[in-house]
């Protein structure tokens, strides 16, 4: 369950919305069906491939990297978010769309063909930016396509198709893996990805704010609250927004270079991850509200709760199947069946906090779900310590999912409540990068913690106490600067 993954899911659907002009009402149905399909293909990938991946990291001999397979991917899509972002602004959201779903495509199949886990990483980067550019204009897509009263109905469509993957993924790609080949896990992301590609074709007039009420039934009435702005494009904003991410894609990869494995103190990978740490601190913030690293109230907290849940949250999943597998030695099955039910937590968050009753509750409940992850991560600390068996990881996983589902969900309604139309695809990209950023670092912290107190073939207990008690501190941070996402006033643009 990386960040692409979940990075999508929001609020729930409320009762006889198809009834009553909602998302599934005849002017909006094809379209919602098309986002639907498109986020169902993506969450199966995150699901599947998190489950599969130690067996494909143990016969490409690559245990030690075995977070590249995960971190390498979210790299790549920091770079698919940003360059989203400016591309929806200046071309409108297809553009982006049809190459974000090849370059997914085509990945998964780089990824199938591998014969080295060199090759698998490369395919990884090539699915990670088909999937930044898409997770980025899927909300350029909703803010364009739907009035506001409908959106967090629309994102509760977008997290109830995380339900099936969340269902049958992991379950099917242990199946897969243990019975015939983890490529399978791969190959089968190919067919309905490109499927997906011509569904999203045939419904473009729709996507792109054509008014589905016009295409569907004659109406004309349109897919915002009143006439959206045209922005002007600003060709040099853009291409200083694209330099800074290529940036911070490039500082995040040396990050990743410097700390995959236990490399000694003074080396030439340590001076990279420095400068990768250097060069994250510098940039970053340039691609980020004002005010986003002191937690200023409203959008800037927004955007760094985004930041500090998916990190703690993606760095624990990213070794949970590892530490199931091999220092519990249970099946990939048991690792499967773990992330489903912390899958489930989250969908059954995102439900809860979409009813009318949470509507003016929203910024508490980014706390109360960053208090249920670190509750989620702290309760794994507990059942590796007590040496208690793997299947008390699920109940840590459904605190821990439920807290993302509480505050992920509200995080993405949030940030539509906080900015005009006009700056939606920046502000998008904005939330996301935080959000993949937030998973890479988390990764990258979680794989140098374990490259530095792993012991080959012997008990690694020690080393995924210190990695969750750490990931837990993190997401205590999230429930102070959830406190923080109200506004001062009802619409911040502060970009």
Same mark, same amino acid.
């Given at each position: ?9 929001t609020a729930a659907v409320g009762p006889g919305e198809g009834a009553a002009g909602g998302p599934l009402s005849p002017a909006y149905r ?145 199946? *897969? ?22 569904? !999203? ?53 040396? *990050? ?51 930041? *500090? ?12 199947? *590892? ?31 979409g009813r009318p009753s949470m509507t003016a509750h929203r910024p508490a409940l980014v706390s109360v779900g960053a208090a249920f992850l ?9 059942? !590796? ?12 996983m459904v605190l821990a999912g439920l807290g993302m589902g509480l505050a992920m969900t509200t995080l993405s309604v949030l940030l539509l ?49 210190? !990695? ?28």
């Amino acid at each position: 369950m990386t960040s692409a993954d979940h990075h999508t899911s929001t609020a729930a659907v409320g009762p006889g919305e198809g009834a009553a002009g909602g998302p599934l009402s005849p002017a909006y149905r094809l379209v919602t069906v098309a986002l639907v399909a498109l986020v169902t293909i993506i969450a199966y990938e995150a699901l599947a491939v998190a489950t599969a991946m130690p067996r494909a990291a143990e016969e490409l001999d690559a245990v030690v990297g075995y977070g590249l397979a995960f971190s390498v991917m979210l790299t790549a899509q920091l770079l698919g978010i940003v360059l989203a972002g400016v591309w929806a602004d200046r071309s409108g959201p297809m553009p982006a769309m049809y190459a974000g779903q090849v370059l997914f495509a085509v990945g998964a199949a780089v990824c199938a063909l591998s014969q080295s886990f060199t090759l698998l990483l490369v395919g990884r980067a090539v699915t990670g930016l088909g999937a930044g550019l898409v997770i980025v204009v899927l909300y350029v897509v909703v803010g364009q396509a739907y009035p506001s009263r409908m959106r967090p109905s629309v994102f509760g469509y977008v997290s109830a198709a995380w339900v099936l993957p969340s269902l049958v993924g992991a379950p099917l790609s242990a199946w *897969l893996a243990s019975s015939f080949t983890w490529r399978l896990v791969f190959w089968v992301v190919v067919p309905p990805a490109l499927f997906t590609l011509v569904v !999203i074709h045939r419904q473009r007039a729709a996507l792109t704010g054509g008014g589905p009420g016009d295409i569907e039934d004659g109406r004309a009435d349109g897919p915002a609250d009143g006439p959206v702005a045209t922005p002007t494009v600003d060709r040099a904003g853009n291409r200083r927004a694209a330099r800074l991410g290529v940036l911070v894609a490039l500082a995040a990869g040396a *990050l990743q270079l410097g700390t995959y494995e236990r490399f000694p103190l003074l080396s030439w990978q340590t001076a990279v991850a420095v400068l990768g740490v250097v060069g994250l601190l510098v940039v970053t913030p340039r691609l980020l509200p004002t005010g986003t690293l002191r937690m200023a109230r409203g959008l800037p907290s927004v955007i760094l709760s985004r930041f *500090l849940l998916p990190a703690a949250f993606n760095g624990t999943v990213t070794y949970l199947p *590892l530490m199931i597998t091999q220092e519990r030695h249970d099946s990939l099955t048991t690792a499967g069946i773990v992330l489903t039910v912390g899958s489930l937590g989250w969908s059954v968050g995102s439900w809860v906090q979409g009813r009318p009753s949470m509507t003016a509750h929203r910024p508490a409940l980014v706390s109360v779900g960053a208090a249920f992850l670190m509750a989620g991560c702290l309760g794994l600390v507990l059942v !590796i310590a007590a040496g208690w068996t793997a299947w008390l990881f699920a109940g840590a996983m459904v605190l821990a999912g439920l807290g993302m589902g509480l505050a992920m969900t509200t995080l993405s309604v949030l940030l539509l409540d906080l900015v005009s139309p006009v700056e939606l695809g920046r502000a998008s990209a904005a939330l996301q990068l935080a959000d993949v950023l937030g998973s890479v670092i988390g990764i990258a912290a979680a794989s140098a913690v374990f490259a530095v107190l792993h012991v080959t073939g012997g008990n690694d207990a020690r080393t995924y106490v210190v !990695i969750w008690s750490g990931l837990a501190g993190v997401a205590a941070v999230a429930v102070v600067s959830g406190s923080r996402c109200r506004p001062l006033r009802p619409r911040q643009r502060s970009l």
